[in-house]
């Protein structure tokens, strides 16, 4: 359902799983829902506000309240997101910060750079891992701090090239670094804090109207976290 509120958008969708079973009592449904209210949608000023509710009957249930916020003013950009998390089953309060600062050197040019962390049980649910951290998908917005730079260059209306450098850490040492689903720990030693730096780069080819072709180069340079002796 979608609403016109104000100067934005008032959305709401529920989803609802149900895995029956003809030969035994199941009790595992999962229910989803969200609102999600654009508060302030111009063309360079975005505000949006949401919260979401993730309930599954075998995992853990959640509630997320979160904001985005972006902007740009002359030449200075800005992009922000940051979310808190009720864990009703642990009582757990949980987060995840984002923020992102840009510079248009001219209009074909912008460089940007930021800072994200993420806490020690944070359950990314949805989120587009590519976007925060990387294309070769080695982390999981968990127990994960990190600084990441790199500039978008519009060569011409067809070609685009993109440039992104990332530096990961562990939050908190002696947790360890997650995978990106956040399923299990990555093997290493959890007492080093240097997770690794990844650097990728971008080729967009913009072919018409509904074909965008992309040719994409990205490596990680492994940090301390896994040159060291290992844990289980």
Same mark, same amino acid.
């Given at each position: 359902?979608? *609403?016109?509120?104000?100067?934005?958008?008032?959305?709401?969708?529920?989803?609802? #799983?149900?895995?029956?079973?003809?030969? #035994?009592?199941?009790?595992?449904?999962?229910?989803?829902? &969200?609102?999600?209210?654009?508060?302030?949608?111009?063309?360079?000023?975005?505000?949006?506000?949401?919260?979401?509710?993730? @309930?599954?009957?075998?995992?853990?249930?959640?509630?997320?309240?979160?904001? +985005?916020?972006?902007?740009?003013?002359?030449?200075?950009?800005?992009?922000?997101?940051?979310?808190?998390?009720?864990?009703?089953?642990?009582?757990? %309060?949980?987060?995840?910060?984002?923020?992102?600062?840009?510079?248009? #050197?001219?209009?074909?040019?912008?460089?940007? &750079?930021?800072?994200?962390?993420?806490?020690?049980?944070?359950?990314?649910?949805?989120?587009? +891992?590519? *976007?925060?951290?990387?294309?070769?998908? %080695? #982390?999981?917005?968990?127990?994960?701090?990190?600084?990441?730079?790199?500039?978008?260059?519009? %060569?011409?209306?067809?070609?685009?090239?993109?440039?992104?450098?990332?530096?990961? @850490?562990?939050?908190?040492?002696?947790?360890?670094?997650?995978?990106?689903?956040?399923?299990?720990? %990555?093997?290493?030693? +959890?007492?080093?804090?240097?997770?690794?730096?990844?650097?990728?780069?971008?080729?967009?080819?913009?072919?018409?109207?509904?074909?965008?072709?992309?040719?994409?180069?990205?490596? *990680?340079?492994?940090?301390?976290?896994?040159?060291?002796?290992?844990?289980?």
């Amino acid at each position: 359902l979608s *609403f016109e509120l104000g100067r934005g958008d008032l959305d709401f969708a529920y989803a609802k #799983v149900s895995e029956g079973s003809d030969i #035994v009592s199941t009790n595992d449904d999962i229910n989803l829902a &969200f609102l999600y209210y654009k508060i302030i949608k111009e063309k360079d000023l975005n505000l949006d506000a949401y919260i979401i509710h993730n @309930n599954e009957r075998q995992g853990d249930e959640v509630w997320a309240l979160g904001s +985005r916020y972006k902007g740009q003013k002359r030449r200075w950009g800005w992009r922000s997101e940051i979310i808190l998390q009720s864990l009703p089953q642990t009582n757990d %309060i949980e987060h995840t910060i984002d923020l992102e600062g840009s510079f248009l #050197v001219k209009s074909s040019l912008r460089t940007f &750079f930021g800072w994200t962390q993420s806490s020690g049980r944070y359950n990314q649910l949805y989120t587009n +891992r590519h *976007f925060y951290n990387g294309m070769i998908d %080695i #982390v999981g917005r968990r127990n994960l701090e990190g600084f990441f730079a790199g500039t978008n260059y519009k %060569i011409d209306d067809r070609w685009k090239l993109n440039f992104k450098w990332m530096n990961f @850490n562990q939050m908190h040492k002696g947790i360890g670094a997650y995978d990106q689903a956040v399923a299990s720990l %990555i093997n290493g030693d +959890r007492n080093n804090s240097d997770i690794g730096n990844e650097f990728d780069l971008s080729l967009h080819f913009q072919k018409n109207k509904y074909e965008n072709l992309t040719l994409g180069l990205s490596t *990680f340079l492994h940090g301390d976290y896994f040159t060291s002796s290992p844990q289980a």
